[in-house]
């Protein structure tokens, strides 16, 4: 079982950054894949970046590709989400989310993850 909570988001004006911390309780925060979703109003929730147990490997949905980064620190139970080169776009609730049964791959669909934080408003502004 592993509990996960973001930070506050926040408000960014376009084009600038913002980092979205997830810090987790538990003893084995290492034996899960981790990822960034989020939802806008009215819309679905959608995968935004991925990381492996390790670290080693991440993945990206192409609207944020280049822009935003995702890493984890094991030793402090956390993962981070840095945004760079926000766009309006970007504005919606963000979550993290970890997976038990990633081990070669990082999963995209939502039904892929065990664990869920309660989320957290990003709102990019023109």
């Known amino acids: 079982q592993v509990q996960l909570v973001e930070s506050v988001g926040g408000l960014v004006q376009a084009g600038g950054s913002l980092r979205l911390s997830c810090a987790a309780s538990?003893?084995?925060?290492?034996?899960?894949?981790l990822g960034w979703f989020r939802q806008a109003p009215g819309k679905a929730r959608e995968f935004v970046a991925g990381?492996?147990?390790?670290?080693?490997?991440?993945r990206f949905t192409d609207s944020v590709k280049g822009r935003f980064t995702i890493v984890r620190d094991n030793a402090k139970n956390t993962v981070y989400l840095q945004m760079n080169s926000t766009k309006t776009e970007d504005t919606a609730v963000y979550y993290c989310?970890?997976?038990?049964?990633?081990?070669?791959?990082?999963?995209?669909?939502?039904?892929?993850?065990?664990?869920w934080g309660q989320g957290t408003q990003v709102t990019v502004s023109s």
């Open positions: 989310a970890a997976d038990s049964h990633a081990i070669a791959t990082l999963n995209v669909f939502e039904s892929d993850y065990d664990y």
């Open positions: 538990g003893r084995t925060f290492s034996r899960y894949a």
């Open positions: 990381i492996s147990r390790s670290g080693g490997v991440t």
